[in-house]
């Protein structure tokens, strides 16, 4: 099962969760849960709107580091 946060797209796996993935911290509200890998597979897709990414810890293969972000 996975765990989306809707404040920052952020998909976490919740069968491997990491301290820094301060899922405690995510609103009741702002929760979404996914149940297959395909569904992630589909939303981390470029072609989808909004664009979602994995979380850096708990599933790095689909995080996408924005280098924009640090200039």
Known sequence: MYLIDLRTNTIHDLTCPRYECHLQKIPE???????T???VKRLCD???IPRHQGCEWCMPDYFT????KIF
């Open 46 to 48: 470029t072609t989808y």
């Open 37 to 39: 890998m395909e569904t």
């Open 29 to 35: 509200d702002q929760r979404k849960k996914v149940y």
């Open 65 to 68: 580091f924005d280098m924009n």
